[in-house]
């Protein structure tokens, strides 16, 4: 069970939870769920596959600061105009969407729809090890502790100044501006950074599942599932979530079927919202009428 269903869940749940808390970045002062953020994590993959001559840690820095370019573009022309008419509004849906079909077609456009191998960087390689019993190879273990570091980085920065601001505008954004912060700054602020998430999400992923134009709606979606599971808007919960759908999706292709693995993952997700409709580490919002 270790080998088949807890190493691989935790690696891919690590990305997934990835995934899940860069969409929280984006959520927490602008309460938009970023339907491009499966598409910006393809972008900095195929990015790590154009520039596979480079070092790797050299190709990942130049691809998380594309992706984070891509991300602020997005911001500009498909979220701050539609938060500017309504901060509390929905029409963010259409707009990411739209942002994410044009994304998606023009990648199309620059690369083939052929996967592409990226090796990972030296000394790590995808070769197994063997561990009491537990196999795995270095750079699956390399990914497990990168995402550790990028969450407990986040929840640091959370307790700073700028962490305070962000939690302001989540809980009221007109509140916020009257207390002197700016809520379009930080909006572009977690469009960076979560722009910059997806694509150091992408360079991490592409040595395990290959770069390919159409990975991005699959970690789409499971990170959606991993942020509702662990709580909208909680970063550790988004790890905790991603785990789980990782976790889950091992299981139901190792006991039941490759090919009935998402519907294995459908129910558990399910069972799980109906007990805890807020997420397993979210709070529910009391509203006082």
């Known amino acids: 069970m270790i080998n088949d269903v807890l190493v691989p869940g935790l690696v891919y749940g690590s990305l997934y939870g990835l995934v899940a808390v860069s969409l929280t970045v984006l959520h927490r002062p602008t309460r938009v769920l970023n339907f491009a953020q499966g598409d910006l994590v393809m972008m900095g993959a195929m990015t790590m596959a154009v520039l596979a001559t480079l070092p790797w840690p050299l190709a990942a ?27 509390y509004g929905s029409a963010w849906v259409i707009t990411t969407l739209a942002f994410s079909l044009a994304l998606n077609q023009l990648a199309g456009r620059l690369w083939t729809d052929e996967p592409r191998t990226v090796e990972p960087p030296a000394p790590l390689s995808l070769d197994p090890l063997t561990f009491l019993g537990v196999r795995f190879n270095s750079y699956q273990l390399a990914v497990v502790l990168v995402t550790l570091g990028v969450v407990a980085a986040l929840e640091a920065h959370a307790r700073t100044r700028t962490g305070c601001a ?73 790890l905790l979530g991603g785990w789980i759908v990782g976790v889950v999706e091992a299981a139901g292709a190792d006991y039941v079927s490759p090919g009935a693995q998402t519907a294995v993952l459908f129910a558990v997700t399910l069972a799980i919202l109906l007990a805890r409709p807020q997420g397993l580490r979210g709070n529910e919002e009391l509203r006082r009428v």
Do not use: C, H, Y
Request: proline share 4%.
């Open 166 to 238: 962000v939690r302001a505008v989540a809980a009221d954004r007109d509140a916020a501006r009257l207390r002197g912060i700016d809520p379009a700054r930080l909006s572009r602020r977690a469009f960076l950074l979560g722009g910059a998430l997806a694509g150091l999400t992408g360079a991490l992923a592409a040595p395990l599942t290959l770069a390919s134009v159409a990975m991005g709606f699959g970690l789409l979606i499971k990170g959606f599932f991993a942020a509702v599971l662990g709580g909208v808007g909680d970063v550790r919960g988004a």
């Open 61 to 87: 820095a130049i691809a998380a600061a594309g992706v984070a370019a891509v991300a602020l573009a997005e911001e500009r022309v498909a979220v701050a105009p539609v938060l500017r008419r309504s901060p």
